[in-house]
């Protein structure tokens, strides 16, 4: 089973032992046959206190001892990685095939190949990885991510006739698919939307961002927190493990969502990490 924890419940393990040490989460995953499932994201997150000289916090030590866990990395493009297999399947005339977002290594989250020029290191630690991203500027850009998203919402909310989710979302498919640098060349971009959206188990991670996003827009009278945002992007990560943890507003917006589509994966979503530890430890 792989678990999804959000950077703050997993900071809560690595820093507070809260709800329990590292070391003894490590254990309970270890004994049960799991794994920690990491994002992009998530290690950025943690190591965002490399930004601030008067920090504290020992990113270092921190990364260390994740790596102690059982863990898979998720890609950091799923969105590239299901485009391209929606593509050659529509292309095809075949079904879409569930793809494997995880890779062993950091590194090869970060490659959309997962064939970086770094993987002739053989012993490269996420601690060194992250610090050479660091040294070399690769950590910038999350700092504005939350403020960027709510801009965003709220220009979405002053549209006064929206477009329908199924005809908006050809646009979205149409911009992704040029921002990834995909060729459609062939292919009606419209018919291949809409064979997406028809069936919310293909792409379903970007189904599922597309309509929480939706969801937020609709619900005008919430007032985000740069943490809402922050969940919105683990969110992607959802249909690929089997525990997650998102806080009660963006559960409830996740839940309304995948209800609404047909997309089975609210029973996959928990609130803290004392509730993973519960499904994984027996309450233990």
Known sequence: MKVYLDTKDLIGILQMANPCTAKQFAQYLLQNGHQLAVSYYTIMEISAPLH???SQVNVMKILNDLTQMPMAYVHADIRG???????DAFSSNREY????????????????????GTQQFIN???????????????????????KEMKGYVAADRAIRKP?????HFT???ERNLRDDGLSCQGVSIKNFANWIYDNPNRCPSIRLSYEVWHEIVKNKGDRLADSDMEDYQHLICLPYVDLITLDRRMQHYVSQSAARIGMQCSDRILKS????????AGGN
Not at 81 to 87: F, G, I, N, S, T
Not at 98 to 109: G, L, M, T, Y
Not at 163 to 167: E, M
Not at 273 to 280: D, M, S
């Open 273 to 280: 990490a004392k509730e993973i530890l519960k499904q994984i």
């Open 52 to 54: 601030h000289p008067s």
């Open 97 to 116: 095939q569930n793809i494997s977002p995880f890779v062993k290594r950091f590194d090869e989250a970060l490659d959309l190949s997962a064939e970086p």
């Open 124 to 146: 490269y630690s996420l601690s060194e990885i992250v610090w050479d991203l660091y040294t070399h500027g690769g950590l910038q850009g999350l700092d504005c991510y939350a």
């Open 81 to 87: 990685l299901e485009l391209r297999e929606a593509l």
């Open 163 to 167: 477009p329908s989710l199924k005809g």
């Open 171 to 173: 646009k979205i498919v």
